[in-house]
Structures are given as C-alpha cells and as structure tokens.
C-alpha cells in the first residue's frame, strides 16, 4: 500500500522557509514566493586602505576632472622621465602593459570613490594611466595616477573639502559614507572661542587696538556627541602701522577629535586640514586630514597609535610658500 501526502500551501511555506534562510516568503493567492532580504551593510573597514585624488589641472592636464593616485614609481623603474626631465615638472601617457611594472594595484580589487557628502561609496574602474613627475629639487618623485570611470557624480575640483577620496577594497563598504565639514564658525570681535577648545590654544597677551586675535574653526558632528573640529587661531599686533602686510602676526592651528560620551576633545596628530570623516551605523570610525600631499588616516578607536600616512604628491616650492594657515588680511607668508 502506498501512501500518499498532499502538501497544502501552508505546509509548504513552511518547508521552503527552512530551506532558504537567507530569503523572506510571501504567499499570494495560495502561491509562495521568495523575496530576497537586502543586503547586510558591512560598515566602515577597520583598516581602511585610503585612496587620495588630485586634480588633473594641478598636474597640468586640460579639462575639469579628477585623477587618483596608484603608486610613486621608484626611480629604478621610472623611463618616462630620464636626464633633464627629471628636473622638472611634468606628465606622460603610460601604456596599459606598463602599469603593473610600475606599481600599479591589482585591477581585481575594486575602488569605491566618496564623492559628495553623506551619500554611499560607487564604484569605479581605473582606465587611463599618466606618469606624473612633481616636487622641488629637495623632494621630486614620479607618481603614477590613473583617470576613472565613475558610477555617481563628483564635485569638480576647487575646495579641499569637494575633493574625492576612495577605498580599495574587495567588497562594497556598505553602510559606511563620508561626512565633510558641516560647522563652521568664525570668531569676530568681542566673540569668544568655544570652551571646549580654549585648552588648546596658547595664551598670549593680545590688547585691542594695538592687537586683534581672530579665530576660525570648521569640522562635523555627530548624533552621539562625537565630533571633529579644526581650529585656526592668529594674533596680530599692529604697532601703529597701517598696511596688514606689516603687521606681526602669529598663527596657530589644532585639528581635534571628541570621542563619543567624552567630557572633552583630544589632539590628532600629526595632521593636516580636516578633510572629511568615515562613519557608519556604528558611529564616527575614521577621521581624515591632508596636508602638503600626505593624507593621515586617523583610527577613532585607537587614538593612541600615529595614523597612517598615505603620500600620494610632492608640494611644490608655491605650495610650501602659501602652506602655513593664517586668518591675517595680508596673505603674504613670511
């Protein structure tokens, strides 16, 4: 005697559930159907690997638009630029069949750009490949930068905070996006600094009329208390003369971190400018700063350590000279 079991549509909700645990189940009309679950978001890396971006104008390309560093090309390997060329500026066409040579990353390891702030990462595929020769004669290196195609839109080149950065990496960071300054303030006169900062701020005696201190800070917050400020003090003491170009000025600068629930900020340093922060579902994770062609990586959960310094350009001698922040209405650098 054979017996025979009938499933009814129930039953067989129930049996197909076990079987695909990844998946939801809806029944209509005595149907099931398997409705995919999204995707889980994988948040911030603890160890992000940090990709830094300049313009192609900067490095004398024509157009609008954006290049992102791939490696510094050691001199053993550099035959773009040999005798006097060395000496100088410049940019060259790399074949495809040279990248790797050169240093290049696998190209199986995908790039996910930030572009604009606060939105997810998208993907992008190097394609173009230049030689890029920059620095003075104390500090000039080859660097190999690579043109992108992009699945989301960037901002064109011109404020630092505009300026893409990306991570390299083998799955989507999904969940994580980049914050960028979002608060700003400016000290003008009788207004005082904010209480949380003054601790870093040396004291000097500063007067008024004879001598003006202005500050200027800008940085993000976040819901749980955590937020990142970067301070530019200048004190400048007038002695009687007219022209802001004569006047003696002292300039100070501090990048600082409030971790969530702390009473009070601390140091990043090194650093740089603030120049946008990693964060995720789980709260601030990574603070970035830049400065004179070093992006510093800051891990949030381990301010202790130095951050990682990813070099990706060589200053040259018009960007030392205008390196140093000061908030005086000459913008000549002594």
């Known amino acids: 005697m054979v017996s025979v079991v009938r499933l009814t549509s129930q039953a067989l909700v129930v049996g197909l559930s076990l079987l695909m645990p990844l998946g939801a189940l809806a029944q209509d009309d005595g149907e099931a159907k398997v409705i995919p679950m999204e995707e889980a978001e994988r948040g911030c890396p603890a160890k992000p690997e940090v990709v830094p971006f300049t313009s192609r104008s900067l490095v004398g390309l024509s157009g609008s638009g954006w290049l992102v560093h791939q490696a510094i090309i050691p001199p053993s390997k550099d035959t773009y630029f040999r005798g006097g060329e060395a000496d100088r500026a410049g940019v060259k066409l790399v074949p495809p069949e040279d990248v790797k040579r050169l240093g290049a990353p696998d190209p199986k390891v995908p790039l996910w750009v930030f572009g604009k702030a606060d939105t997810q990462a998208c993907r992008a595929t190097p394609t173009t490949y230049w030689a890029v020769r920059m620095g003075t004669d104390e500090d000039r290196k080859t660097y190999l930068m690579a043109e992108l195609e992009v699945g989301c839109d960037l901002l064109p080149p011109g404020r630092l905070s505009g300026t893409p950065v990306a991570l390299r990496q083998k799955d989507a960071p999904t969940g994580c996006k980049l914050r960028r300054a979002n608060d700003n303030d400016t000290g003008r006169a009788g207004v005082g600094m904010p209480l949380e900062v003054m601790d870093f701020v040396?004291?000097?005696?500063?007067?008024?009329?004879?001598?003006?201190?202005?500050?200027?800070?800008?940085?993000?917050?976040?819901?749980?208390?955590?937020s990142v400020t970067d301070l530019t003090v200048s004190w400048m003491e007038r002695k009687g003369k007219k022209n802001p170009c004569d006047w003696q000025t002292e300039d100070f600068s501090i990048l600082l971190l409030r971790p969530p629930n702390a009473l009070a900020p601390v140091q990043l340093k090194p650093s740089g400018a603030f120049f946008g922060a990693l964060y995720d579902s789980t709260g601030l994770r990574t603070v970035l700063s830049r400065h004179l062609g070093v992006v510093y990586v800051h891990d949030v959960a381990?301010?202790?350590?130095?951050?990682?310094?990813?070099?990706?350009?060589?200053?040259?001698e018009e960007d030392l000279l205008t390196a140093k922040r000061t908030l005086s209405p000459c913008k000549t650098m002594r």
Do not use: H, I, N
């Not at 004291?203 to 749980?224: H, I, K």
């Not at 381990?302 to 040259?316: D, F, I």
């Open 202 to 226: 040396p004291a000097r005696d500063c007067e008024a009329p004879e001598c003006t201190r202005l500050w200027e800070s800008f940085g993000s917050r976040w819901e749980d208390g955590s």
């Open 302 to 316: 381990k301010l202790k350590a130095a951050p990682k310094q990813v070099r990706y350009a060589s200053p040259s």
